[in-house]
């Protein structure tokens, strides 16, 4: 297991110190590459990531690689982890935004989702979870739309109403089109194991990896930097162990600690300032809940990969 520390929320976390303390858990020090990768960065700093992230052991043949990353704010990063996988994949993506926009740069964690897709082993993107504004009007707000229609990327909200869309979108698994509206398929209105048992049947790949962002979690589970979703850890650790075992988990990363605000620029910080709610939500209480749920994360990651 891979502590990747590039923003200090991990490692004072009692599950992550233990397992750090005891071996079972590798630290890569990333603490001065953090804030210029924050939020957003450019191509040569992704590198330079890229290139420090090879440094990392790897597991014993047939065990995933699981990484913790910190805060949702470097989600752009998953795409390094998937860059140089030895087979196709289907890319689970719990999150409570799509992160599809064409209007962020391209190494943005609210557009990283695109990037992926243009992998060469990444057979579709399944994003199960989002509650967020992102859906109101896609279009406007730059959603990826085009691969919703193509059946590249499936999109299942945990509660959205229907979103506004101009031109024909089309069904998918996860919405039907009535007139200029595309109605969800919303998974707090499903039968949490079934949905499960078919998502499962009708993955393209026999591999696949899970990448979550815990803001797709209801407050109760977690305090993230950014708005908080509906779905319970309950349904998350459900939903991880039917997958792991079904299929093949290739790897896991997990962001969406909690993490003071740390930029390299000023553009950044109004950014942050201007798209996430106030830091001062959250007290030191409602923080641990970040490592309660994470000690349920890799208590269970341990339990399916021995």
């Known amino acids: 297991m891979n ?3 590039l923003d200090h929320s991990l490692t004072a976390q009692a599950p992550v110190a233990r397992r750090l303390d005891s071996g079972q858990a590798t630290r890569l020090d990333l603490l001065d ?6 939020l957003w960065t450019t191509e040569r700093n992704y590198r330079r990531f890229a290139e420090r992230l090879r440094q990392r052991p790897r597991p014993a043949a047939g065990k995933p690689e699981i990484f913790f990353v910190g805060s ?3 989600h752009h990063l998953t795409p390094a982890f998937l860059a ?3 087979e196709p994949v289907s890319l689970i993506h719990f999150d409570n935004h799509p ?3 064409h209007l962020a740069p391209r190494r943005h964690c609210g557009s990283w989702v695109n990037r992926a897709l243009k992998l060469p082993n990444i057979r579709r993107i399944i994003t199960l979870g989002p509650c967020s504004e992102d ?3 896609p279009q406007l707000r730059g959603g990826n739309l085009g691969a919703l229609r193509r059946g590249d990327l499936q999109l299942f909200p945990w509660q959205h109403a229907p979103s506004r869309v101009w031109g024909r979108i089309g069904d998918g ?3 039907q089109q009535q007139a200029n509206h595309l109605h969800w398929r919303n998974l707090a209105d499903e039968h949490w194991p079934d949905f499960l048992e078919r998502l499962i049947q009708n993955l393209p790949t026999e591999a696949i990896w899970i990448t979550i962002d815990k803001d797709v979690l209801a407050s109760e589970d977690a305090a993230t930097n950014w708005d908080q979703g509906g779905m319970r850890l309950t ?3 459900d939903a991880l162990r039917a997958l792991a075992t079904r299929k093949r988990v290739l790897g896991i990363d997990v962001c969406g600690e909690f993490a003071k605000p740390a930029f390299s620029n000023a553009f950044k910080r109004w950014e942050a300032k201007s798209d996430q709610p106030p830091p001062e939500r959250w007290s030191e209480a409602d923080l641990l809940r970040n490592s309660a749920t994470n000690e349920a994360l890799i208590t269970l990651f341990e339990e399916l990969f021995p």
């Open 173 to 175: 698994a996860g919405h």
């Open 235 to 237: 349904h998350l650790l």
């Open 33 to 38: 590459l953090g804030p210029k990768l924050r």
């Open 135 to 137: 859906l109101d009007t």
């Open 99 to 101: 992160d599809w926009v």
């Open 84 to 86: 140089d996988l030895p």
């Open 3 to 5: 502590i990747l520390d």
């Open 72 to 74: 949702g704010d470097y």
